[in-house]
C-alpha cells in the first residue's frame, strides 16, 4: 500500500530505512533493526490514558526494543503501513505514516509512526521515533486488510 512508484530516490532511500526496521520485526532479526537506528535514538509513545489524559512515555531505549525483537517467539510482529508521507530538506527526513500493530496474526493497535532520519556517512538512521497507539477507532483500509489475508 505503499506508492513507491512517485518517490524521488532519495525519499525511496529513506523509505527503505522505514521497512527494514519492519522487515526486520517480523523476521525476529534484531542486528537488522540495529542497522537502521544512529546513537543513542530515542524513543516515544503518546496515547491516552485509561483515565482520559494525554500521555506521552518515553521508552526504555532501544536496547529494550531490540531485545523484545530478538527474544524467540512464536508471534509474528508485523506492522503494514499506510497514507507514508515522506519530507528531505538536506540530511533531515521525516516520515510519518499510519499503521497497525498485528502480533502472532490477531490485531493488537493501531495508530501514527513518526520517524526523524539524519542522514550519515553510512546512509539514513533512525534518531527518533514517536508512535501513537490506540484500539478503538482504526480505519485499517480493505488493501491492508486484504494483502493480510483477512
Request: glycine share 8%; with cysteine; proline share 3%.
Amino acid at each position: 500500500m505503499i506508492p513507491q512508484s512517485n518517490l524521488t530516490s532519495e525519499q525511496q532511500e529513506v523509505l527503505d530505512v522505514v521497512l527494514t526496521l519492519f522487515d526486520g520485526m517480523r523476521e525476529a532479526d534484531s542486528s537488522k533493526v540495529h542497522s537502521t537506528f544512529g546513537n543513542d535514538p530515542q524513543l516515544y509513545t503518546s496515547f491516552t490514558n485509561r483515565e482520559g489524559k494525554a500521555v506521552l512515555r518515553k521508552d526504555e531505549g532501544l536496547q529494550k526494543f531490540l531485545d523484545a525483537v530478538g527474544t524467540p517467539d512464536d508471534e509474528i510482529w508485523d506492522e503494514p503501513l499506510w497514507n507514508v508521507q515522506i519530507n528531505i530538506d538536506g540530511n533531515l527526513a521525516n516520515v510519518w505514516t499510519e499503521y497497525a500493530f498485528y502480533a502472532g496474526g490477531k490485531f493488537s493497535h493501531c495508530g501514527v509512526d513518526a520517524f526523524m532520519l539524519n542522514k550519515e556517512e553510512s546512509g539514513w538512521k533512525i534518531f527518533h521515533l514517536t508512535d501513537t497507539r490506540k484500539r478503538e477507532g482504526c480505519d485499517v483500509p480493505n488493501k491492508v486488510k486484504e494483502n493480510r489475508g483477512e
